[in-house]
Nanobody, 119 residues
C-alpha cells in the first residue's frame, strides 16, 4: 500500500503561482507513472499532468506552458509548479501513482489539496 502526502495548496490571485508537492511512502523510481488530477465542484476528475518512469512528461492541453512537473527521486517527491494561474484552475488537486506488480496494475491516490484562484 503506497501512501501519498500532498501539500502546497492554497489561495492565490489570478496570475500567481503555487507549487504542489506529493511525497510517496515508497521509492518512486519504480513507479510506472506519478502525477496529478484535479476535480472542480460539479465536475468530473480530470487529468492534469504525469511523469513516467523514463522521465517523460505529459500535460493536459489546458495547463501546457503554465504547469511544470518535476521529481526528486531521493525525496520520493513529485512537484507541480503552477504559474499564471487562472480562476478555472480552482479545484481539489489529487496526487496519483500507477505501478505494476508483475501484470497487476495498481493505482493510488492522495487525500487531495485545495487550490483556489481568485479573479
Amino acid at each position: 500500500q503506497v501512501q501519498l502526502v500532498e501539500s502546497g495548496g492554497g489561495l492565490v490571485q489570478a496570475g500567481g503561482s503555487l507549487r504542489l508537492s506529493c511525497t510517496a511512502s515508497e521509492n518512486i523510481f519504480s513507479f510506472y507513472a506519478m502525477g496529478w488530477y484535479r476535480q472542480a465542484p460539479g465536475k468530473q476528475r480530470e487529468f492534469v499532468a504525469e511523469i513516467r518512469s523514463g522521465s517523460s512528461t505529459n500535460y493536459a492541453d489546458s495547463v501546457k506552458g503554465r504547469f511544470t512537473l518535476s521529481r526528486d527521486n531521493a525525496k520520493n517527491t513529485v512537484y507541480l509548479q503552477m504559474n499564471s494561474l487562472k480562476p478555472e484552475d480552482t479545484a481539489v488537486y489529487y496526487c496519483n501513482v500507477v505501478l505494476y506488480q508483475a501484470i497487476l496494475r495498481r493505482e493510488y491516490w492522495g487525500q487531495g489539496t485545495q487550490v483556489t484562484v481568485s479573479s
